[in-house]
């Protein structure tokens, strides 16, 4: 007994050897040093897996030339029987958007829907978000659940509770037959006006959470300040209010506004496929026509359409941080 102790010590002692510590150190120093490096990474990673990767993989759709088989498009690089690469590009799919109409007349109204529809939730938003910043602390947690309290329920289940309420012997109509302000039922449902109402009821608390986010952080002793000057309440909010908020005036805009444009269940169910958006003619395109490297081309342009704006105002926005420097 006492000689496999002893054999056991002997192991112990001999065999084992400490982890290098220099290494260890080496390695948490650099990992203190670089940590906000690697902190970005991780977003980068995210985008670069799940957004560039799919935006290169559909352009590259985009660029083929359109076949009857599975997938129905053409590769892009194919060998031919000398050992030459080809590479065939075909830019047709993106002239063709500006030839027929009905692209064009989709992108308009796509756009015009969905501006149409931010500037409403702008004008009901922005007096909601400041009702909820001025209220108590209480009544404002109360008021920020009710905002949140819809993206408890399904979204299909509130577009289809809209259908109930917009057809001819729903809600709506019921109430302005019984007050008598109207006759007979009056078309609602499948009308542009429905999908109005689809897309602000959806999209008002994407602007009204951006606009309290930023109304939250205002220095109210500036508008005191201004009222012992002996400016009137409207000169204070064109003057102090809406300058300082035009941060979250814009984020709120973006979260709508990009969105609402390639927006495609609320035009089918409420607009009864009488109101074209893009959001259709992608669907169609893709699964009806099968044709997806027009289809591919829609969405890039479409993409182009939202992103570009958006990159020349992050540009103008930095230019002037660089002039105020």
Known sequence: ?????????GFNTSSY???????????SHKLQKNWKSAVIFIPFFWLLLFFLAPFFIVLK???????????????????????????????????????????????????????????????????????????????????????ILPFWTSFLLRVYAWIGLLSDQGSINDLLLYIGIIDEPIRLLYTQFAVYVGIVYTYLPFMILPLYANMEKLDLTLLEA???????????????????TIPGIIAG????????????VIPDLLGGGNVLMIGRVLYNEFAANFDWPVASAVAI????????????????????VEAKQ
Do not use: H
């Not at 342009?301 to 103008?316: F, G, K, N, S, T």
């Open 61 to 147: 759709i985009s660029l083929s030339e359109a076949t009857i088989a599975s997938p129905p498009y053409l590769p892009m690089v194919s060998w031919l029987d000398e050992g030459i690469v080809q590479i065939k590009i075909v830019i047709d799919n993106f002239a063709y958007l500006w030839e027929d109409d009905l692209y064009v007349d989709t992108y308009i109204n796509s756009v015009r829907i969905a501006g149409v529809s931010t500037f409403i939730c702008l004008l009901l938003g922005y007096p909601i978000a400041y009702a909820i910043v001025r209220a108590p602390q209480t009544t404002k947690n109360i008021l920020l659940l009710l905002i």
């Open 226 to 244: 201004a009222s012992d000057l002996g400016s009137k309440p409207f000169t204070t909010f064109l003057t102090v209010t809406l300058p300082l």
């Open 301 to 320: 342009a479409l993409l182009l359409v939202l992103v570009l704006p958006m990159m020349l105002y992050q540009r103008i926005q930095a230019q002037e």
């Open 253 to 264: 805009s973006l979260l709508v506004f990009i969105p609402a444009t390639g927006e495609y």
């Open 17 to 27: 050897k400490l982890p290098n510590t220099s290494l260890w150190q080496k390695l």
């Open 1 to 9: 007994m006492s000689q496999e102790n002893n054999s056991m010590a």
